[in-house]
Structure formats: C-alpha cells, structure tokens
Nanobody, 124 residues
Framework: QVQLEESGGGLVQPGETLTLSCLGS????????VGWFRQAPEKEREFIAA????????HYGEATRGRATISRDNAKNMVYLRMNSLQPDDTAVYFC?????????????????WGQGTQVTVAS
C-alpha cells in the first residue's frame, strides 16, 4: 500500500522560490503517476502538475504553468515540486497524490492515495 508524506512548506515572501517534497512508501510507488494539487480556503482543489512513473512525461495546470516544475527520483521514492515567483495567491495547502496509472492526471478523483498536505503561506 502506497503512503505519501509532503514536506517543505512554510512561510515565504513574495517573489521567492520554494521546493516541496513528496516521500512515497510502498513498492508500487515508483510504478505510478504522481500529481501535485493545492487547495486554498473556500476554493476547489486545483491541479498543479503531474509526472509519469518514469519521469519521461509531465504536464501542468494553467494557474501555475511556467512557474512550476515537477520532478521525481524513484531511487529515493521522491517527487518534487519547485515553484518560483510565489505570490500571495499561491497560499494554500499543497498535496501530492499517487495513481496506479503510469501517467499522472489532472483529475483528482483518479488518484488513489493522498498525503496530508503541507501549508504554504506567501506573505511579506
């Protein structure tokens, strides 16, 4: 059974860069797609990025396109999300999610496993 744990959130100033980490456990982790989502208070969960199991394919949501980079290291069971030029609108809880499908998807209901999330607050 795959489990996920996010880390790397915190308080950052506008314009800064932040890298979030998602540590996966379970033998199946490295064979599934992984996505990053975020949810701000009173807003829908929003797709940020997804990466295939072999890291040979990635796609991004519109809201963060050009500012987000997803990557993974299967040897370490890690998936990363780097976000630059952060703004107060990026304040949210950020989640990673795992799907048994080999390619990540933008649809949250297709993910089988979710982490608990890590809070990112962008403020001066």
């Amino acid at each position: 059974q795959v489990q996920l744990e996010e880390s790397g959130g915190g308080l950052v100033q506008p314009g800064e860069t932040l890298t979030l980490s998602c540590l996966g456990s379970g033998s199946a982790f490295s064979t599934g797609g992984v996505g990053w989502f975020r949810q701000a208070p009173e807003k829908e969960r929003e797709f940020i990025a997804a990466i295939s199991w072999r890291a040979d394919g990635a796609h991004y949501g519109e809201a963060t396109r050009g500012r987000a980079t997803i990557s993974r290291d299967n040897a370490k069971n890690m998936v990363y999300l780097r976000m630059n030029s952060l703004q107060p609108d990026d304040t949210a809880v950020y989640f990673c999610a795992w799907t048994s499908g080999s390619i990540g998807t933008r649809f949250p209901n297709l993910y089988r496993t979710w982490g608990q999330g890590t809070q990112v607050t962008v403020a001066s």
